[in-house]
Nanobody
């Protein structure tokens, strides 16, 4: 069973940038697809970005396209979410997730392991 630990959240002004990191351990990292999701207070968890096991394929939600980039380093067992041009509506707890499959997905039920989340707050 893989374990996931997110870091890099914080408070940033609108227009600023943050890079979230997620460290994974426990199984063959290069064989799992990874995703980032977020959940704002009072809202359902929503898809942000996902990446295939090799890192060759990625997909982002329309709301973050052109601003957020997902990447992974299989040698370091890390996945990242670079967030630029942040907006107040990006404020949420961000979660890293892993799936026992190579293909990526924007579905929450695709993933079987979740991190504890990291808070991102964007002030206007």
């Amino acid at each position: 069973q893989v374990q996931l630990v997110e870091s890099g959240g914080g408070l940033v002004q609108a227009g600023g940038s943050l890079r979230l990191s997620c460290a994974a351990s426990g199984r063959t990292f290069s064989r799992v697809a990874l995703g980032w999701f977020r959940q704002a207070p009072g809202k359902e968890r929503e898809f942000v970005a996902t990446i295939s096991c090799s890192g060759s394929s990625t997909h982002c939600a329309d709301s973050v396209k052109g601003r957020f980039t997902i990447s992974r380093d299989n040698a370091k067992n890390m996945v990242y979410l670079q967030m630029n041009s942040l907006k107040p509506e990006d404020t949420a707890v961000y979660y890293c997730a892993a799936a026992s499959k190579c293909s990526y997905s924007d579905r929450t039920d695709w993933y079987d392991t979740w991190g504890q989340g990291t808070q991102v707050t964007v002030s206007s």
